[in-house]
């Protein structure tokens, strides 16, 4: 259940009822929100003289849920909004890894040709195997601070585990959660401290109850900037890297309020299918795309084979323009 006590209730009141009803206590603009389990259907009676409303919950997909809030949560990336009434399809890309100064630099100017806002590129890389680049770390997150100062970007990169959260959360303006960290609740709750959008990407194996319920540890925190991304999960095909959940795509859409975006890249896990899948997701009206581009994706250090390069995806750009606008939506 989810309980909104009322503006005159003070945090140290609110923290003194939370510990007695047993409920997580955060604020949310200014108003201090109590969370239980869901199973709790009818507000404590000591909480009713300090409750403004009060939302009782079918699983403990609670915050995100649209029982509790029906309209989708609104994310202010400052250049533009996704979520809420606005129809805006977030475009970011970059590469798979940081891999030099040259290839960052050649992968921002992509973005600036293309009035792209946002580049993505990994740092920290939580590889399957222990003998695969790892990433530059730090290094890596300098280059693309650089690259935010020199081109007005915003950029977007991974938390492998919590031991560099709080340099993630320093350099970047978009945290991103990966597959498989999507469990980690050190990260989840480190993001939820802070107030920088985190997009959440669903772990491969995951279903789509545990997908939220993560997001939930976020939320939770007093963190109200998440964004869900789907990028495929693990079935029984061979054929293709992972399988590009759309049915799932569809649920979180009509049952939670968060935000959706979608990385074709991660799921089709070969560049001759990025294109068509990438226009797959863009008619099902979402609110971002994440396609990974490298400058020369033969020489890439990690995912090459699925890395567009740049005259490939400036032309599935460009094919995304009436798609988008075939179904109302706007590419930012």
Same mark, same amino acid.
């Given at each position: 259940?989810?309980?909104?006590?009322?503006?005159?209730?003070?945090?140290?009141?609110?923290?003194?009822?939370?510990?007695?009803?047993?409920?997580?206590?955060?604020?949310?603009?200014?108003?201090?929100?109590?969370?239980?389990?869901?199973?709790?259907?009818?507000?404590?009676?000591?909480?009713?003289?300090?409750?403004?409303?009060?939302?009782?919950?079918?699983?403990?997909?609670?915050?995100?849920?649209?029982?509790?809030?029906?309209?989708?949560?609104?994310?202010?990336?400052?250049?533009?909004?996704?979520?809420?009434?606005?129809?805006?399809?977030?475009?970011?890309?970059?590469?798979?890894?940081?891999?030099?100064?040259?290839?960052?630099?050649?992968?921002?100017?992509?973005?600036?040709?293309?009035?792209?806002?946002?580049?993505?590129?990994?740092?920290?890389?939580?590889?399957?195997?222990?003998? /695969?680049?790892?990433?530059?770390?730090?290094?890596?997150?300098?280059?693309?601070?650089?690259?935010?100062?020199?081109?007005?970007?915003?950029?977007?990169?991974?938390?492998?585990?919590?031991?560099?959260?709080?340099?993630?959360?320093?350099?970047?303006?978009?945290?991103?959660?990966?597959?498989?960290?999507?469990?980690?609740?050190?990260?989840?709750?480190?993001?939820?401290?802070?107030?920088?959008?985190?997009?959440?990407?669903?772990?491969?194996?995951?279903?789509?109850?545990?997908?939220?319920?993560?997001?939930?540890?976020?939320? /939770?925190?007093?963190?109200?900037?998440?964004?869900?991304?789907?990028?495929?999960?693990?079935?029984?095909?061979?054929?293709?890297?992972?399988?590009?959940?759309?049915?799932?795509?569809?649920?979180?859409?009509?049952?939670?309020?968060?935000?959706?975006?979608?990385?074709?890249?991660?799921?089709?896990?070969?560049?001759?299918?990025?294109?068509?899948?990438?226009?797959?997701?863009?008619?099902?009206?979402?609110?971002?795309?994440?396609?990974?581009?490298?400058?020369?994706?033969?020489?890439?250090? /990690?995912?090459?084979?699925?890395?567009?390069?740049?005259?490939?995806?400036?032309?599935?750009?460009?094919?995304?323009?009436?798609?988008?606008?075939?179904?109302?939506?706007?590419?930012?």
């Amino acid at each position: 259940m989810v309980i909104e006590l009322k503006k005159e209730v003070s945090a140290a009141q609110a923290a003194e009822l939370g510990v007695r009803n047993k409920c997580i206590v955060f604020e949310d603009n200014g108003i201090q929100v109590l969370v239980s389990a869901s199973s709790l259907k009818t507000l404590p009676a000591e909480l009713a003289p300090f409750t403004e409303a009060w939302f009782p919950t079918s699983s403990d997909i609670q915050l995100a849920s649209k029982e509790y809030r029906a309209q989708r949560r609104e994310i202010d990336l400052g250049f533009a909004r996704i979520g809420g009434t606005n129809r805006n399809t977030l475009m970011i890309t970059g590469p798979c890894s940081v891999e030099s100064l040259e290839q960052i630099t050649q992968s921002a100017e992509l973005c600036v040709s293309l009035g792209i806002k946002v580049l993505r590129a990994g740092c920290y890389k939580p590889r399957t195997s222990p003998y /695969s680049f790892q990433g530059l770390g730090l290094e890596g997150l300098k280059l693309l601070a650089q690259m935010r100062d020199k081109y007005g970007l915003q950029v977007i990169t991974e938390v492998r585990d919590a031991s560099h959260i709080d340099d993630v959360i320093e350099y970047t303006d978009i945290i991103q959660v990966g597959a498989k960290a999507m469990y980690d609740q050190g990260i989840l709750r480190r993001c939820g401290q802070s107030r920088k959008p985190v997009l959440l990407k669903r772990g491969f194996g995951s279903t789509l109850q545990e997908f939220v319920q993560a997001a939930e540890f976020v939320l /939770s925190g007093g963190n109200p900037n998440v964004v869900l991304c789907e990028r495929g999960i693990r079935t029984f095909e061979t054929k293709t890297r992972f399988t590009l959940d759309l049915c799932g795509v569809a649920y979180l859409k009509q049952y939670t309020n968060l935000p959706v975006v979608l990385d074709p890249s991660h799921a089709m896990g070969y560049a001759y299918g990025v294109p068509d899948l990438t226009r797959a997701c863009m008619a099902m009206g979402i609110d971002g795309l994440l396609i990974e581009t490298h400058p020369t994706p033969a020489t890439a250090l /990690s995912d090459a084979s699925q890395q567009l390069n740049h005259a490939e995806y400036t032309a599935l750009y460009n094919s995304l323009k009436p798609v988008a606008a075939a179904v109302g939506y706007e590419m930012v």
